[in-house]
């Protein structure tokens, strides 16, 4: 075989790689506390991905509360029930090869490792990213006003505060957001994704 040749073959390997790399979905859940920066994360990171051709999509939390949800409240049993149906939502996307990212607080191990366990018994790939920002520093970003209004008497059952947050043990990346900038961030789990083949 000729140099040319050669290089033809490896240049057409290499396409083929890419390709099966863009046809792979997979799910990156984004857990972490209210305001911790997780959809400002996933945003980032689907810019990213989006500019080298993959398939993505964002699978924003309060967004499928207020159209898959709306009558779901915030008991320990609702929250598990809307953890697990984004979960099918995202598995099924995964599934067709899109690189799904939910950001979503999913504050109960139990509904994490439902959501995980669904993934495995589809053969889907399913990574967890612990947005891991102090409840001190949310509290002063504060981006919906959820903290005030607790500490104003307004609201209750605000996960993290008045509510439990089972952070993850042995997340697929943690990340400190207070500490970094996010493209930093971003870079992160991009790199978390190469490593995994599906970036």
């Known amino acids: 075989m000729t140099t040319a040749h050669t290089l033809a073959a490896g240049a057409t390997a290499e396409a083929a790689t890419a390709a099966a790399t ?3 979905g997979a799910t990156v859940w984004l857990t972490g506390l209210p305001s911790a920066g997780k959809t400002t994360l996933a945003r980032a990171v689907a810019e990213r991905l989006a500019a080298t051709g993959r398939r993505a999509e964002v699978l924003d939390g309060d967004e499928i ?3 898959l949800s709306q009558e779901l409240g915030f008991t320990r049993a609702d929250r598990h029930t809307n953890v697990t149906r984004i979960g099918f939502v995202a598995q099924t996307l995964a599934s067709h090869g899109v690189l799904v990212l939910a950001p979503v607080i ?3 191990a139990a509904s994490r490792a439902a959501v995980r366990e669904r ?3 589809h053969g ?3 990574l967890e990213v612990h947005v891991a920002t102090p409840v001190e520093v949310c509290s002063v970003r504060d981006v919906k006003g959820l903290y005030a209004r607790q500490a104003a008497g307004e609201l209750t059952g605000l996960t993290g505060v008045d509510d439990p947050y089972e952070a993850p043990e042995q997340p697929d990346l943690r990340i400190d957001s207070q500490e ?4 930093e961030s971003a ?5 978390l994704l190469s490593e995994r083949g599906l970036a």
């Open 22 to 24: 863009r046809e792979r």
């Open 65 to 67: 509360r207020r159209f």
């Open 106 to 108: 999913a504050p109960y």
């Open 119 to 121: 993934h495995a018994a």
């Open 124 to 126: 889907t790939q399913y």
């Open 180 to 183: 970094q900038t996010v493209q």
């Open 187 to 191: 870079a992160s789990v991009y790199a």
